[in-house]
């Protein structure tokens, strides 16, 4: 559970006990021998206010959290911290590539088969690539766990990259790359990072290229999750009306036979960029603009203020000041918005809008005048306060939302081994003070350290 890395000898309890001790926890029990169970059980509540779930480490390194909910669907998956940025330069777009293919097939199973297995009842297969992290998850009715989590292992113990399967796979990535190219408003995200990372493989778009992807064959993939795969950086998370007990069961046959993989080299650190203003002619109808800089990573002090500091800027609440000033106000863009995006050592907050040619100047103007306005005039307590609650909704309604549960558990996991729970998650947000966002808005919008990135 949330207390660490806590061995269970047997956790065959009756099920009113474990009902009992599930849901009834009136009081804080810290922790309890129950010899006659042969299980050592710690409580949720070693915080008070804490996140009610369990943990569990295997001897290879992969751990295990659950969140338990009453519900009808279930969901899990393999967190895994590996992403882009762990390539090598001649790797460009391999993680990703290697996440798609890895449900094309197994010892056992062909594609068709890997795909159907959830399908079959009702339920979903699906997996995603980010820069530091690959997640393969499952959604599924209430009693399907044992299915979705032996297909997860097949497909990380035992997937064959067919070369029929491979070839194919190529096109089809190819063609998503081709599809970003038409779409100016996603791709300017991907070429801005690549302008304050220069030389870096965080810089680098997840897709990669069409001339990287055609280089990749079987030895590449098993390569990868040779040397990059490791165990200790791996996190099953599960959300559903499943017993504890049953469920590490099920962990331990299924993924208790990878062998132990630890990572034992550090990834490259990025490194702050100067400050750059490039234009670049894409022959749009409308002109996409990106202000940014490199930021605060995931372990800095001040990284909730500057969730804060951005939700207030251009976060997704209509009533941010960039929403209001540039579309409500005056009529000039449809889409603007700011975003933070933290990494391991560095981070990324970035101001987007897409406007008319005749606008960009204006526009421009009233996006400046916004970020000065952080930068000099401190907020009024009703201000901050509303600030607060605003966030704190937010989080709370996509925490209402069990997949967004899901990839928070596995990621809060692997990134600070806990989670937070609402009631921690709102003192935290409460204690950042105004002259936090003027001190962290005086740092990270100075103008001297904002890149500019403009296609026309």
């Known amino acids: 559970m949330n207390q660490g890395h806590q061995d269970f000898q047997s956790c065959a309890l009756p099920t009113e006990l474990w009902h009992l001790l599930n849901f009834r926890r009136a009081k804080i029990i810290q922790k309890c021998f129950l010899q006659k169970y042969h299980v050592v059980f710690y409580t949720f509540a070693a915080r008070p206010g804490a996140m009610e779930y369990f943990q569990y480490q295997l001897k290879n390194g992969i751990q295990l959290v659950h969140l338990p909910v009453a519900s009808e669907i279930a969901w899990c998956g393999m967190m895994i911290h590996t992403g882009s940025r762990d390539e090598d330069p001649d790797q460009h777009g391999?993680?990703?590539?290697?996440?798609?293919?890895?449900?094309?097939?197994?010892?056992?199973?062909?594609?068709?088969?890997?795909?159907?297995?959830?399908?079959?009842?009702?339920?979903?297969?699906?997996?995603?690539?980010?820069?530091?992290?690959?997640?393969?998850?499952?959604?599924?009715?209430?009693?399907?766990?044992?299915?979705?989590?032996?297909?997860?292992?097949?497909?990380?113990?035992?997937?064959?990259?067919?070369?029929?399967?491979?070839?194919?796979?190529k096109e089809v990535i190819i063609d998503e790359i081709n599809s970003y190219k038409d779409a100016p408003?996603?791709?300017?995200?991907?070429?801005?990072?690549?302008?304050?990372?220069?030389?870096?493989?965080?810089?680098?778009?997840?897709?990669?290229?069409?001339?990287?992807?055609?280089?990749?064959?079987?030895?590449?993939?098993?390569?990868?999750?040779?040397?990059?795969?490791?165990?200790?950086?791996?996190?099953?998370?599960?959300?559903?009306?499943?017993?504890?007990?049953?469920?590490?069961r099920y962990f331990k046959k299924y993924f208790g036979g990878i062998p132990s993989n630890p990572r034992k080299t550090e990834r490259l650190k990025a490194r702050q960029s100067e400050a750059l203003h490039t234009e670049v002619d894409k022959q749009t109808w409308q002109t996409h603009c990106i202000i940014g800089t490199t930021a605060y990573d995931l372990h800095h002090k001040h990284r909730l203020g500057l969730y804060l500091l951005n939700n207030i800027l251009g976060g997704?609440?209509?009533?941010?000041?960039?929403?209001?000033?540039?579309?409500?106000?005056?009529?000039?863009?449809?889409?603007?918005?700011?975003?933070?995006?933290?990494?391991?050592?560095?981070?990324?907050?970035?101001?987007?809008?897409?406007?008319?040619?005749?606008?960009?100047?204006?526009?421009?103007?009233?996006?400046?005048?916004?970020?000065?306005?952080?930068?000099?005039?401190?907020?009024?307590?009703?201000?901050?306060?509303?600030?607060?609650?605003?966030?704190?909704?937010?989080?709370?309604?996509?925490?209402?939302?069990?997949?967004?549960?899901?990839f928070t558990l596995g990621k809060s996991i692997l990134l600070f081994n806990r989670v937070d729970s609402m009631a921690e998650i709102k003192k935290k947000i409460e204690s950042v003070s105004s002259d936090d966002l003027l001190e962290i808005a005086n740092d990270i919008l100075a103008p001297e350290r904002l890149s500019m990135l403009i296609f026309k």
């Open 94 to 169: 391999l993680a990703h590539f290697l996440e798609h293919v890895l449900f094309k097939g197994t010892d056992t199973r062909k594609p068709f088969h890997i795909l159907s297995r959830m399908e079959d009842v009702g339920g979903e297969i699906n997996a995603y690539t980010t820069k530091e992290e690959t997640c393969i998850y499952a959604s599924f009715l209430k009693g399907d766990h044992p299915r979705a989590m032996e297909l997860i292992s097949d497909i990380l113990m035992h997937s064959t990259f067919p070369k029929k399967e491979i070839d194919r796979e």
């Open 185 to 248: 408003g996603e791709l300017i995200f991907d070429d801005f990072e690549e302008l304050i990372y220069p030389d870096h493989p965080i810089g680098r778009n997840i897709l990669g290229t069409s001339e990287s992807l055609r280089s990749f064959n079987k030895e590449s993939l098993r390569g990868f999750m040779k040397t990059r795969y490791h165990t200790d950086q791996m996190v099953f998370c599960s959300v559903g009306n499943i017993r504890f007990n049953l469920l590490l």
């Open 316 to 406: 997704q609440g209509l009533n941010s000041r960039l929403n209001l000033s540039l579309r409500e106000k005056n009529g000039y863009a449809y889409n603007v918005e700011s975003s933070y995006n933290p990494y391991v050592d560095t981070g990324v907050l970035s101001i987007y809008f897409g406007t008319d040619n005749e606008n960009l100047s204006k526009s421009l103007k009233l996006a400046h005048s916004e970020l000065k306005k952080l930068r000099i005039k401190k907020l009024g307590s009703l201000q901050l306060a509303r600030a607060q609650r605003q966030m704190t909704g937010q989080v709370a309604r996509s925490r209402e939302h069990h997949e967004n549960l899901l």
